[in-house]
């Protein structure tokens, strides 16, 4: 079995025991993928203040990524926040802003980071 193999069948045999843990290193993970989604490939408007907004949302993205609960519900992955600031950002980034547009699938891309596919 390839090691991506064996690290989908990690994610799916801890979420089917209940909740997922994550490695120490996924949080990181999770917080590079979606802040480089928002700095890089979103579509922004352009603002006096862009920097300072994309500074606090990689300091609300990087907190929410240690703050995530991954569980298996019937056959779909589930991601949820743990805390209402964290689910206040992951909310954010699944709907947009009026500076920012929404990521087109937040729950994947921090599945994807825990698997270990790309897209």
Not at 30 to 37: F, H, T
Request: aromatic share 6%.
């Amino acid at each position: 079995m390839s090691s991506m193999g064996e690290s989908v069948g990690s994610v799916v045999d801890d979420a089917l025991s209940g909740v997922y843990e994550m490695s120490d290193e996924a949080p990181k993970r999770i917080a590079e993928k979606l802040y480089s989604w928002l700095a890089n490939d979103a579509r922004k408007v352009p603002l006096p203040d862009l920097t300072a907004k994309l500074q606090d949302m990689q300091k609300r993205i990087e907190k929410m990524s240690k703050e995530l609960r991954i569980t298996f519900q019937g056959d779909v992955f589930r991601v949820e926040a743990l805390t209402s600031e964290s689910d206040s950002t992951l909310t954010l980034l699944s709907r947009g802003s009026s500076w920012f547009v929404p990521h087109p699938g937040v729950s994947k891309a921090i599945i994807q980071c825990l698997t270990g596919e790309t897209e």
